[in-house]
Structure formats: structure tokens, C-alpha cells
């Protein structure tokens, strides 16, 4: 199966700078990278995903980028604000009707005013 | 956005006891999931099924059951529940192609003493 580990764990950003996460998998079939933000007592919700056809993503503020010779992935957040503090997870999936997600296990972002 | 919906929201549950948690999601995707999120574990798939009448063992099964009787309803089952299964569940849905996003429930807190 799928192995994907995420660092780091925790991240302590102040307000305005930019916070990087970093994701690597391990089976190259792999096609299929989203990002997921949990806010405390709520669920995970999808914030951008990549495809393994794309090398950079970006939307509102989230920059994704994809190595796939590395097998690694990444989310930045540019500008970092009070709001951005929560869980951010990355997941791997080989896509397809018959495919699963494999998620990191997520990183704690703390952005300081 | 598609809409899981989960309950019981909060369960408490004794030893050897049996718990079943339900998941219903009403925009006809093909896929459903259930994860238990613990700290330092991240979200790790249970079960999940591609269709009614179908299931199957995602990362760490043991210990639960799963069952697909209609397109909109999942559920998970604990037949002899134990202290080690507390924790936080979540449902989702989605379906592979052109989205490959997989939409989760609000969570179900379960604590089994």
C-alpha cells in the first residue's frame, strides 16, 4: 500500500510570513495529491489538490507543488493569517474508480499575531 | 459542497458492547469511506465500499464491520466494543474521475469505557 509521511508536525509561523509543509509518498502509481484543513471539533475539508500532470497549483493563497521524481509534494501558504491556524493534512491516491486515500499524519499550524 | 451527515453525533458505549454508527450522504456518490482520527495518527481508513452491497477493508479493519445496504447509506460496526476503539470517526463519500474529492461527515466522538 501507500505510505505518506508529513512534516513537520507542528508549525509556528507570525502573521504574514509564509508556512511550508512537506509531504513524501512512496508508490509511484500515485496521481492524485490533495490538501485537507481541520479547524478544531470540525471536519476536514479539501483546500486544493494536484494532479500528477501538473507540477504547480495555486488559488487564493496556496501554492502546491508537485515532484514527482522526488516522490514529494508540497503546500505553502503565503501571508500567513490568524484564520490559517488549524490541521493540515496531505493524502496520496493512485486514482481510479478503485482507489483510496493514504493520509499524512498531519501537521498543527499555529500563525501568531 | 455534498452532504455527509453522521449519527450519533456522541456515543458512549461499555466493553463488549455493541455500537453501530451510521453515515447517509444524498449525492449519489459511488464511494464511501469510514476513518478514526487520533493524535499523532492522523485520519486512517477503516472500510469502505464502491457501491450497494459493497465492502471493503481499508487500512485497519480488525475489530469493526461494514455494511452498504443503499447508495446513500454506510455504516460502521463494532460487534464487541473495547476501550481502544475511542475515538473519532469520520464518514465520506466521493467518487473518481474528473474530481476525486472525497467529502466528510461532521464525526462521530465515541468513547468506550
Known amino acids: 500500500g501507500e505510505q505518506v509521511e508529513q512534516l513537520p508536525s507542528i508549525l509556528r509561523v507570525q502573521e504574514g510570513s509564509s508556512a511550508s509543509i512537506n509531504c513524501t509518498y512512496e508508490?509511484?502509481?500515485?496521481?492524485?495529491f490533495p490538501w485537507y484543513k481541520q479547524e478544531p471539533g470540525e471536519n476536514p475539508k479539501l483546500i486544493i489538490d494536484i494532479r500528477s500532470n501538473m507540477e504547480r497549483k495555486q488559488t487564493q493563497g496556496l501554492i502546491v507543488l508537485l515532484d514527482k521524481k522526488a516522490k514529494r509534494f508540497s503546500l505553502h501558504i503565503t501571508d500567513t493569517q490568524p484564520g490559517d491556524s488549524a490541521m493540515y493534512f496531505c493524502a496520496a491516491s493512485s486514482g481510479g474508480s478503485n482507489a483510496k486515500l493514504t493520509f499524512g499524519k498531519g501537521t498543527k499550524l499555529s500563525v501568531k499575531s | 459542497e455534498a452532504a455527509v451527515t453522521q449519527s450519533p453525533r456522541n456515543k458512549v458505549a461499555v466493553t463488549g458492547g455493541k455500537v453501530t454508527l451510521s453515515c447517509n450522504q444524498t449525492n449519489n456518490h459511488n464511494n464511501m469511506y469510514w476513518y478514526r482520527q487520533d493524535t499523532g495518527h492522523g485520519l486512517r481508513l477503516i472500510h469502505y465500499?464502491?457501491?450497494?452491497?459493497?465492502?471493503e477493508k481499508g487500512d485497519i479493519p480488525d475489530g469493526y464491520k461494514a455494511s452498504r445496504p443503499s447508495q446513500e447509506n454506510f455504516s460502521l460496526i463494532l460487534e464487541l466494543a473495547t476501550p481502544s476503539q475511542t475515538s473519532v470517526y469520520f464518514c465520506?463519500?466521493?467518487?473518481?474521475?474528473?474530481?476525486?474529492?472525497?467529502?466528510f461527515g461532521p464525526g462521530t466522538r465515541l468513547l468506550v469505557l
Open positions: 465520506a463519500s466521493g467518487d473518481w474521475g474528473d474530481q476525486d474529492t472525497q467529502y
Open positions: 508508490n509511484s502509481a500515485s496521481n492524485y
Open positions: 465500499s464502491y457501491g450497494a452491497g459493497s465492502t
